[in-house]
C-alpha cells in the first residue's frame, strides 16, 4: 500500500516554509505533499540559496513513489497577500486554514494511506483577522466531528498525554471531570495499541495536586475523581498506574516501565518532555480517524527567510507519521 504525507507548513510569515524547503533537500521515505502557496515556496527557497522543483499533483490522488532530492509534491493554494518573512499579515489568515482544512479533508478521504503532518502557525494573527482559532488540535477535532481527542507529545524515549490543554491553572480542576478522564484513557489506550505497541500499554497517570493529594489534605480530585476512574478502567482491562505524585512520576525508573505518561494539565508533564528532547519532540493528535503529527515549536519569526531554521522537529514528524501509518495497517 501506498502511503504519503499531507504537510500543511503553517504561517507563511514563519519558519514553516523554510523547513518545508529543508526537508525537500533530502528524499523522503515516502511522497511529501505541500499544501501552499508554490510562489511563497520558492521565493524562500531563493531566499535560502535552496534549490526546489515543486511537482503539482491532481486532486485526490497519491504520489507513487516519493519525490526525488530537491523536489517537493505540491497541492497548490494561494495567498491572499504578498509575505514578507518575519512579518504577520491578517490578511493570510484565511490562507492557513484553507492550507490546514484542505490536508486535513484529504486525510479523511484516505486515512489509511495519507498522514497529516502541521507546521507551526501564530495563533494571535488568525484572531486578530476575526476569526477564531484556540490550535491545530481543536481544529481538527471539528473538521473530523470528533466528541474528544487528545495531545501527546512525544521523543524517542518519553511520551506525555494531556487531559486538558491550553486552560488557565485556575480552571484546570473543574475540567477534570470522571467523563473527561475515561475518555482521556480510553482514547489513549486504543490509539497506542494501534499505532505504537502490540500489547495493552502502560498508562502512568499522575495526580492533580502535590503529592497527589496527601490523602486528601491537599486536594481531593485524587480521591473523588480520578482514583475511581481508574478502577472502573483496569477492571475493563486497562493497565493504568497511579495516580502518581508529579514531582516523582517521571524518574528513571518509572520510565523504563511506562508506555505514556497521563499529565492533569499542560505545564505538568510538557516542561519535563521538552527539557529532554527540545528538537526531537513532536506532537501527536491521538482520537483522530487519521494519523495527525506536528512541530514541536514555534514559528520563529525572526528565523524565517535566515536559513537558521533546525528542521529536526519536523523531519521526526514525518518519520513518525509514516511509522504510525505502517504500525496502523498491520
Known sequence: MTFAIALSPGEPAGIGPDISVHIAQQAQAVPVIA????ALLQTRAAQLQQPLQLLAIEEHTLPSTPAPAGALYIRPQR??????AGTLNTANADY??????SAANDCLQQPQQLALVTGPVQKSIINEAGIAFSGHTEFLQAQAHCDKV????????????????????????????????????????ADLQRYFTRHAPQIFVCGLNPHAGENG???REEIDVIAPVLHELRTQGLQLTGPLPADTAFTNALREKADVFVAMYHDQGLPVLKAEGFGEAINI??????????????????????????HSSLQHAIDSAVQMLQHGQR
Do not use: E
Not at 35 to 38: E, G, L, T, V
Not at 96 to 101: A, F, H, I, S
Open 150 to 189: 487528545v495531545m501527546m507529545l512525544a521523543t524517542p524515549r518519553l511520551r506525555v498525554a494531556l487531559v486538558t490543554t491550553h486552560l488557565p491553572l485556575r480552571a484546570v480542576p473543574d475540567a477534570i471531570t470522571a467523563d473527561n478522564l475515561r475518555r482521556t484513557l480510553q482514547i489513549i489506550h
Open 217 to 219: 489534605y491537599l486536594g
Open 79 to 84: 495567498c491572499n497577500a504578498a509575505v514578507k
Open 96 to 101: 492557513v486554514l484553507q492550507c490546514l482544512q
Open 285 to 310: 493528535t491521538l482520537g483522530l480517524p487519521f494519523v495527525r503529527t506536528s512541530v514541536d515549536h514555534g514559528t520563529a519569526l525572526d528565523l524565517a527567510g535566515t536559513g537558521r531554521a533546525q
Open 35 to 38: 499544501y501552499a502557496d508554490p
